[in-house]
């Protein structure tokens, strides 16, 4: 009977394990189909009949430039998003605010409706301020950013909120009755504590500006559009192996992304596992 139970566990693991690599192949199979596809010289197939870098030497200026403009819009979202959480947890979890319930629902609104509603909503936002103060915010980096920042906010909240909420987070109570000042216990205690949870936030706000298109597709103009949506615009009309090393680009910063995370500060602990 113990054989039979030990073979039935061992038989049960190598299913596990076959309908897990199956999965994750499934998973990042639409990635190397693509990865490999950029190493077409001249016309798209796969696998390439002919193995060349061709396609990255000419990736046109335009997606450099979309590139680098949605990597400097995901980093200063997710740090302006981090500016405001932090204090807005801190009040949120440790002050006793009138009307909390209803405020952390209003912060986390952006998460409760589709982003295209969101990217429409901004749109008409916009155009109502340059109507009336002539301020032109659609095309323009800052509207970009303004919207993007809003955006990840609540991806950058709630695990904030989480980390501050959590068991280990009552020892600036202790420091208090130990004498420490408001500021030394908030710069000593609660920011180191609540590093796992700004880290994860970033993390989660950056990916989610990066990759973004159903709200930037509204704001962006001729000379200043972001790398998703151009990836978008060019998929619809051409079909060349550039298309696909500029899609790359996109899987190597997710890549070092990871492996940044992982190296300074372990996925374990960003993930709250450690």
């Not at 959480?85 to 405020?103: D, N, Q, S, T």
């Not at 952390?104 to 155009?127: C, D, K, N, T």
């Not at 009336?132 to 950013?145: A, D, Q």
């Amino acid at each position: 009977m113990k054989r039979l139970s030990l073979a039935f566990d061992s038989l049960v693991c190598g299913l596990m394990g076959v309908l897990t690599a199956v999965t994750v192949l499934f998973l990042v199979m639409p990635l190397i189909v693509v990865v490999l596809t950029s190493f077409n010289p001249t016309t798209v197939t796969f696998p390439p009949r002919v193995w060349s870098l061709q396609s990255y030497a000419v990736i046109p200026k335009v997606a450099i430039d979309a590139f680098v403009r949605s990597l400097i819009l995901g980093v200063l979202s997710a740090a302006l998003s981090v500016l405001l959480c932090v204090p807005a947890a801190i009040a949120l979890v440790k002050a006793r605010v009138p009307g909390r319930p209803f405020i952390e629902m209003a912060l986390r609104s952006p998460l409760q409706f589709p982003a295209i509603i969101l990217g429409v909503a901004f749109l008409q936002y916009y155009f109502f301020w340059q109507h009336k103060l002539s301020l032109p915010l659609v095309g323009t980096f800052w509207g970009l950013l303004i919207a993007h920042t809003v955006y990840t906010f609540p991806f950058v909240l709630v695990p904030i909120i989480a980390r501050l909420s959590a068991p280990g987070a009552r020892l600036e109570e202790a420091a208090a009755g130990l004498g420490a000042g408001t500021l030394t216990t908030v710069m000593r205690i609660v920011i180191p504590l609540l590093r796992p949870g700004i880290v994860a936030g970033m993390f989660t706000g950056f990916v989610m500006s990066f990759e973004d298109v159903a709200v930037t597709m509204f704001l962006v103009g001729s000379n200043m559009t972001t790398f998703p949506v151009y990836l978008l615009g060019n998929a619809e009309v051409s079909n060349t192996p550039s298309l696909y090393a500029s899609a790359s680009l996109g899987a190597l910063v997710a890549l070092a992304l990871v492996l940044l995370v992982e190296r300074f500060f372990g996925l374990r602990t960003v993930l709250g596992k450690g």
